[in-house]
């Protein structure tokens, strides 16, 4: 366990849907400031919404996690001393805290249904007035008028019973001071007709139970709180320190949303967006490291720089290109050892595998072969898909060629003869059973452009696209080294015949 006096925090997303950017910048804060400060970072399901809540979102929910390398201390599959970690496993818990609310006269039960709520909403309305959400009804029934209802055997739930007069507020750690009127504030439900506690309540009592010094989470949250600090109150507790963050809007200044593009961290992934990019841009989001600082940074550094205080409170934009940016900045920065981890689940994952007929004179097993590759490819990809696109066709005939590409680098009648004349000159020129070195290759190919008349270039292009079926790839000459002689030819000639 960490030491007493260190923070500690928490993420405590409801399983209702995927991780999406707002929710995982949330967490990120949080585990930075744990990390930052070596305090300890808590994961806790919400799932007191039954109807809402699904495995599917909390298994989306723990792979976005562990994909973006943001580990728990304590949480499920974790455990740890304050357990459990599932809203729905702690049952007992926030009833027994409700006796309590109860005895000392802060709770009441409501009788009221959703139709009666409903249908006083609907009067108030006609009459030009605003429903706040609730009218305190069931708040002065008399024991009498209770017994009576429990007699009949309505569902009730619970209320809060607010205060009155005053004023309740909080120094927020990123908004500063803010100051609710409490005569404004609505006898919200803290436990429901089903037995279940509402969020609202949930939330105070694993707060206060699992010691939680700070909450840190998006600003949709900040009219919850007035009414979550009532709760500690009237529980006689501590209430932690609050720091609520602006939200993400889209590149058009307005709430980020699915019409801007991807949303959810997974679809970043299937994009191909390394993780520790994604981390480093999430982080952009709210927080600057200060300064002429660069902004291009590994974990570590950022856990070094993190500080709440600079944090921004206004929002951020999401900014796709930016992302991009800091994605290519990051694979740039790639040792050769990190480039083959990233391409080996590549090659695993598409079943590549060197083929034998085509054994590079020196390379005999596929991750040499891969390292070759790689060595060729150095900086050209900026993300893993692109990455993907460069590799496969070293290691499959079944690349397709880019129409796109063949269109925009050759004229196809003149480049069909052309590529015929080069595949012809490789063959006749050199032996097709060993390893060519790249200076082979462009020598074959300056001198069939010489005799062609014409200037390399007219040939490097169009055999580019037919070897790589791409318009943009490593040195053609390191290409066809390692793509080998013989499938050499045999890709120019399938081109022609295209
Ligand atoms: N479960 C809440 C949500 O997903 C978070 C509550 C909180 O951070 O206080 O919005």
Redesign the pocket.
């Known amino acids: 366990m960490s030491n007493p006096n260190s923070p500690r925090v928490?993420?405590?997303?409801?399983p209702?849907g995927f991780l999406h950017v707002g929710?995982a910048r949330?967490a990120l804060f949080n585990w930075l400031y744990a990390r930052s400060q070596g305090g300890a970072f808590v994961l806790r399901i919400?799932d007191t919404d039954q109807e809402r809540s699904t495995e599917e979102s909390y298994a989306a929910i723990l792979r976005g996690m562990q994909w973006l390398g943001m580990d728990w201390d304590e949480g499920p599959h974790r455990g740890g001393d304050f357990g459990p970690y599932l809203q729905s496993e702690r049952l007992d818990i926030y009833r027994k805290h409700l006796e309590t609310l109860a005895e000392g006269g802060h709770a009441y039960k409501c009788f009221c249904s959703a139709d009666d709520l409903e249908a006083r909403q609907e009067e108030i309305e006609a009459d030009e007035g605003t429903w706040a959400g609730y009218d305190g009804q069931c708040r002065h029934l008399t024991t009498e008028e209770i017994a009576a209802q429990e007699a009949a055997g309505t569902p009730f739930a619970w209320r809060l019973r607010t205060p009155d007069e005053g004023s309740t507020f909080w120094y927020d750690i990123v908004l500063d001071k803010l100051e609710f009127q409490n005569e404004l504030m609505v006898d919200r439900v803290i436990f429901k007709a089903d037995g279940f506690p509402t969020?609202q309540f949930a939330?105070v009592v694993d707060?206060h139970d699992m010691g939680i010094t700070h909450?840190l989470?998006?600003d949709?949250?900040v009219s919850?709180t007035p009414f979550?600090l009532m709760i500690y109150n009237a529980m006689e507790w501590k209430a932690p320190k609050f720091g609520h963050m602006p939200m993400i809007l889209g590149p058009d200044k307005k709430r980020l949303s699915k019409r801007h593009g991807a949303t959810s961290v997974e679809e970043f992934q299937t994009q191909g967006i390394l993780p520790a990019a994604m981390t480093n841009y999430l982080a952009l989001l709210g927080w600057s490291p200060g300064g002429n600082a660069d902004e291009v940074m590994t974990r570590d550094a950022i856990i070094k720089k993190f500080s709440l205080k600079k944090i921004n409170s206004s929002p951020a934009a999401f900014d796709y290109d930016k992302l991009a940016h800091i994605n290519s900045e990051h694979i740039k920065r790639l040792s050769a050892e990190e480039r083959l981890e990233l391409a080996k689940p590549i090659i695993a994952r598409d079943n590549w595998a060197l083929d034998t007929d085509w054994l590079i004179h020196g390379v005999d097993d596929t991750e040499s072969y891969l390292n070759r590759v790689l060595g060729i490819l150095g900086n050209r990809f900026s993300n893993l898909v692109t990455l993907a696109n460069h590799i496969g066709f070293f290691f499959t005939e079944e690349h397709f060629v880019d129409a796109e590409a063949w269109k925009e680098h050759v004229t196809p009648e003149a480049a069909r003869a052309t590529l015929v004349t080069l595949a012809k000159a490789i063959e006749t020129g050199m032996d097709l059973d060993v390893a060519q070195p790249a200076s082979a290759f462009e020598e074959v190919i300056r001198s069939t452009a010489e005799e062609m008349g014409v200037k390399a270039g007219e040939l490097i292009h169009p055999s580019r696209v037919a070897l790589t079926g791409q318009s943009r790839s490593a040195g053609i000459f390191e290409v066809m080294e390692l793509v080998g002689a013989r499938r050499t030819v045999a890709r120019l000639k399938n081109a022609a015949n295209s």
């Open positions: 928490r993420f405590a997303p409801s209702t929710g949330t919400e969020y939330v707060d909450v989470r998006g949709d949250h919850n979550q």
